[in-house]
T-cell receptor
Framework: AQSVAQPEDQVNVAEGNPLTVKCTYSVSGNPYLFWYVQYPNRGLQFLLKYITGDNLVKGSYGFEAEFNKSQTSFHLKKPSALVSDSALYFCAVRDPRGNRLAFGKGNQVVVIP | DTGVSQNPRHKITKRGQNVTFRCDPISEHNRLYWYRQTLGQGPEFLTYFQNEAQLEKSRLLSDRFSAERPKGSFSTLEIQRTEQGDSAMYLC??????????????FGAGSRLTVL
């Protein structure tokens, strides 16, 4: 079964500094990888996905993520964090032979003004 | 397009009562999913529909849980004889089967269940 690890509970970063949220995955075969963001009292919102092709994928709100097959990682990055980026971020993986997403436990990102 | 709508947003019930949640997906989406999220955890898969057919169920979905999507549009999730361990946020999501939107789930805001 597929699984995701998000090793840090909380990521603190100063506004304007680079932001990185780490994710490693486990799946048999080639993975479908996703990042979602959750704001308080809001549903999860899709940020970006990797299915195939270029290892660097760009998504919403200036976020990007790099697929690294040898390290089984899919870290989320943003060059310059905004206070409004403070939220809960979830990495997810799907085995392309199935229909279910497996989510990590999430990372709380706090951007300090 | 008003997104994925879930009702009620919050339900408080006593242990042993039955509860039902409703999900209205985006109208063009033929796939519908139910997930459960507890505090400090990511969403956990419960079940998945393609049109009206329930194609996959998690082992988390005990016999007290039942989900339907009778006409391939809205879906209901019923929990019978609720237990305190059922307290969670129940999330509904929908997606296209194909094209760019394939694999991208659009989530509703969730229905929070509190079992006293």
């Amino acid at each position: 079964a597929q699984s995701v690890a998000q090793p840090e509970d909380q990521v603190n970063v100063a506004e304007g500094n680079p932001l990185t949220v780490k994710c490693t995955y486990s799946v048999s075969g080639n993975p479908y990888l996703f990042w979602y963001v959750q704001y308080p009292n809001r549903g999860l919102q899709f940020l970006l996905k990797y299915i195939t092709g270029d290892n660097l994928v760009k998504g919403s709100y200036g976020f990007e993520a790099e697929f690294n097959k040898s390290q089984t990682s899919f870290h989320l990055k943003k060059p310059s964090a905004l206070v409004s980026d403070s939220a809960l971020y979830f990495c997810a993986v799907r085995d392309p032979r199935g229909n279910r997403l497996a989510f990590g436990k999430g990372n709380q990102v706090v951007v300090i003004p | 397009d008003t997104g994925v709508s879930q009702n009620p947003r919050h339900k408080i019930t006593k242990r042993g009562q039955n509860v039902t949640f409703r999900c209205d997906p985006i109208s063009e989406h033929n796939r519908l999913y139910w997930y459960r999220q507890t505090l400090g955890q990511g969403p956990e898969f419960l079940t998945y529909f393609q049109n009206e057919a329930q194609l996959e169920k998690s082992r988390l979905l005990s016999d007290r849980f039942s989900a339907e999507r009778p006409k391939g549009s809205f879906s209901t999730l019923e929990i019978q004889r609720t237990e305190q361990g059922d307290s969670a946020m129940y999330l509904c999501a929908s997606s296209f089967r194909g094209g760019f939107g394939a694999n991208v789930l659009t989530f509703g805001a969730g229905s929070r269940l509190t079992v006293l």
